[in-house]
């Protein structure tokens, strides 16, 4: 019962601090973080079990590499090549070689300052990622670059696994190391290409049985005993988790497997990280806070340094690279796993691994402020420079022309179509490779960043009449808005937005068009929906239309008025619908007021289209023959069942 007791205690602390952590925005992870601290053996010790944890913790750790190998998508690596191959290793190697070779000259052996350099090159994934989809910043410049580094530390992560064991058994690289390497490595692919070969076919065999129940136990079966199998060929248990998940990643079962494994997996990894913060011995810590205070600031101020290095020799805008520096400058919770591994081995002493695991946590609490400054930092006049500048030689002098913000597929389109009616235009985009494309096309395209008012000045938006900012960061895009206002109160604002609760503060700012992804995907649904059911084209039409209310504040509003649902608005509405009759129909030959919809008042016949002429009077006698079109008048219900029933005698 003790264990029952402890997890009881764990859960409820967690609780109590992540809803003080939401409070206070600060990751929920970092939450777990604390409430290990508080709970551990060197603090309010309320845990008295720890064994029994570590094993839960452990199985978090299983199901989290599970989840990696079960996203890990080459088609996704494929979308942001450059980002991947390009800052990515060059983010990861670069970071891994210099703090490697300090930890070398502080005095640690090859094998020490080779797993410490790794361990400290990773980047929270988790806490990052969310951010950047909480902020829509996921497909902005800098977001796209930071997930293709994050893809690459997990990715990497994987070979570091099978290099692991053998590293953690030895303080020297030597020819049995690489040899335990190659084993490793040829053992765990064959139990991939086995895995890959066999578990599509167990699940679409246990799916076809349609119980619930066995397809989850299934999946933990298949977890478990794949990183047991990889354990005794000599690798890790999260190794093995990986190549479980990655096993069927490309399958049709990927997701379900997720969705199911989605309670579990969340219930388990809080426990990993309440473990992670349990490990933390406060004595340690308030006997050697300054050597922690200062490794964590100097591991920030080097990674960081580096990744702002590295995007300012490719020549990236500086404000990406300040933001994407300070954003990955902290260490992952994956390097708490690798902490873990090698603490299991005794790969350091109690001080290293203490010092180095203080230090890990301790950058985490900075992320929610580095990326803050960062933010900042990249908004001040005092880092712009030419790159994300338009060049003033330019010459941009159009008058009452229209400036589109973006070259994506909206800004493509958009460029098409006022270039085939003769309107003038200028496009801003971000991306220099774009620029550099369409400019050998004679597109009249500019390299720049839309948030910048000498930007928007060189492209001559004070004889603007029009802006259309089609680019998929909000925050940019907010910035733009107030700018160009500032500039140009009677210039037009069309803005587009990704979620319809960002559209209020867009008209309030002084946008004159928001335009919402989300709703306006809704919309193409409703229209295929109400067409489907055969709903007239002038309902679907008022449907779309009063979703659309007032610019979409219809939907930002807190009142909120339901009169125009489609039901109530049938009562006193008529439509024509029109209904052919083909030539092996039931109903040639029958009286049209003879006919069941007509005879109940269903509906009304109104005319008839045959042969070219349209009988419009005297139905008493008329007949359907084959090929007739029958005008057809009614409320919207009755149509609908008058059409019913004609296709069932059709």
């Known amino acids: 019962m003790s264990l029952l007791s402890d997890i009881i205690v764990l859960l409820s602390l967690a609780i109590l601090i992540i809803l003080i952590a939401t409070k206070l925005k600060i990751p929920v992870l970092i939450g777990f973080l604390i409430t290990g601290i508080l709970i551990g053996p060197t603090a309010l010790s309320l845990v008295s079990n720890i064994s029994a944890i570590e094993i839960l913790a452990e199985i978090g750790i299983i199901l989290l590499m599970f989840t990696i190998g079960l996203e890990f998508s080459i088609d996704k690596i494929n979308q942001m090549k450059k980002d991947f191959f390009t800052y990515g290793s060059l983010q990861v190697f670069i970071t891994w070689i210099f703090l490697a070779i300090v930890c070398y000259i502080f005095g640690l052996s090859i094998s020490q300052s080779i797993f410490i350099g790794f361990t400290l090159s990773l980047s929270s994934t988790a806490i990052i990622l969310k951010y950047l989809k909480d902020k829509d910043k996921l497909n902005s410049q800098s977001g796209i670059k930071i997930t293709g580094i994050l893809l690459f530390q997990d990715a990497v992560l994987i070979p570091f696994l099978i290099f692991l064991p053998a590293l953690t058994t030895t303080s020297n690289i030597s020819t049995s190391l690489l040899y335990d390497v190659l084993i490793s490595f040829a053992s765990l ?141 902290h260490i992952g919770e994956f390097s708490f796993i690798l902490l873990r591994l090698s603490n299991q081995s005794n790969l350091f002493s109690d001080y290293i691994y203490q010092l180095f695991l203080s230090s890990s946590i301790l950058s985490m609490f900075f992320i929610p402020m580095l990326i803050k400054i960062g933010e900042n930092i990249s908004r001040k006049s005092i880092i712009k420079t030419k790159v994300g500048y338009i060049e003033n030689d330019e010459n941009i002098t159009k008058k009452n022309h229209a400036i589109i913000a973006g070259f994506g597929v909206n800004g493509k389109n958009i460029s098409n179509v006022l270039k085939l009616m003769g309107i003038p235009f200028i496009i801003i985009e971000a991306n220099p490779k774009t620029v550099s494309k369409y400019k050998k096309l004679n597109y009249p395209i500019y390299y720049g960043e839309l948030d910048r008012k000498e930007n928007l000045d060189s492209m001559g938006i004070i004889n603007a009449a029009l802006l259309v900012i089609a680019i998929s960061d909000i925050e940019a895009t907010q910035r733009s808005i107030k700018i160009a206002k500032s500039i140009n109160p009677n210039i037009k604002l069309i803005v587009r937005a990704n979620y319809v609760t960002q559209v209020e503060e867009m008209y309030k700012l002084g946008a004159d068009l928001v335009i919402s992804q989300d709703l306006e995907t809704s919309l193409v649904f409703i229209n295929h929906i109400l067409d489907y059911y055969n709903l007239p084209r002038n309902i679907t039409r008022l449907q779309t239309n009063l979703l659309k209310k007032e610019h979409y504040k219809f939907f930002t509003s807190n009142n909120q008025n339901y009169d125009w649902n489609i039901f109530e608005s049938d009562i006193v509405q008529k439509d024509n619908e029109m209904f052919f009759i083909s030539s092996s129909s039931k109903l040639i030959s029958k009286n049209i007021i003879e006919i069941d919809p007509v005879k109940n008042d269903l509906i009304k016949i109104i005319g008839i289209v045959r042969e070219n002429k349209i009988i419009s009077d005297n139905f008493d006698e008329e007949k359907i023959q084959k090929f007739d079109t029958l005008i057809l008048s009614g409320t919207h219900r009755n149509l609908e069942t008058a059409l019913n029933w004609f296709e069932t005698n059709n």
Request: glycine share 4%; hydrophobic share 60%.
């Open 189 to 329: 692919s064959i139990l991939l290409l086995l895995s890959k070969f066999l578990i599509p076919r167990l699940f679409t065999f246990i799916i076809n049985l349609r119980l619930a129940e066995l397809f989850i136990v299934t999946i933990f079966v298949i977890i478990f005993g794949i990183s047991l199998a990889a354990y005794k060929l000599g690798a890790s248990l999260a190794m093995g988790a990986f190549i479980a998940g990655l096993s069927i990643s490309d399958t049709e079962h990927a997701h379900h497997v997720n969705t199911e494994l989605i309670p579990s997996r969340n219930l388990f990894n809080s426990i990993f990280f309440i473990s992670i913060g349990m490990f933390i011995d406060l004595n340690f810590v308030t006997s050697y806070y300054l050597q922690i205070v200062s490794v964590t600031l100097l591991l920030i101020v080097i990674k960081g340094f580096i990744l702002f290095s590295i995007f300012n020799l490719l020549k990236n805008p500086i404000s990406i690279g300040v933001f994407t520096a300070l954003s990955l400058s």
